[in-house]
């Protein structure tokens, strides 16, 4: 079974840095490009970051482009998100994504909350 499993959220303060990961399981990790959503109280899931089966390709949402930075590890099977200089609207759960076999596949989340 396909299984996504994020850490790494936590509590940081403005300007601070966090460092998410997500274990992939259940599926042939490389040969799938991987994601990072986010969704805070009362709004939709925002689109973050994407990264392809290489690492040679990466995309951001202008919200958190030059900050963030997404890599992965494929003999580890781990999506990374590197968070740096947050600010209080990063605050949201975090979950990584891809679709396998024409389903969309999820992780529970992982909570960041950017706080003074």
């Known amino acids: 079974q396909v299984q996504l499993v994020e850490s790494g959220g936590g509590l940081v303060q403005p300007g601070g840095s966090l460092r998410l990961s997500c274990a992939a399981s259940?599926?042939?990790?490389?040969?799938?490009?991987m994601r990072w959503y986010r969704q805070a109280p009362g709004k939709e899931r925002e689109f973050v970051a994407q990264i392809s089966t290489t690492a040679g390709s990466t995309s951001y949402a202008d919200s958190v482009k030059g900050r963030f930075t997404i890599s992965r590890d494929n003999a580890k099977n781990t999506v990374y998100l590197q968070m740096n200089s947050l600010k209080l609207e990063d605050t949201a759960v975090y979950h990584c994504?891809?679709?396998?076999?024409?389903?969309?596949?999820w992780g529970q989340g992982t909570q960041v909350t950017v706080s003074s």
């Open positions: 994504n891809t679709i396998v076999r024409g389903n969309g596949a």
């Open positions: 259940g599926f042939t990790f490389s040969a799938y490009n």
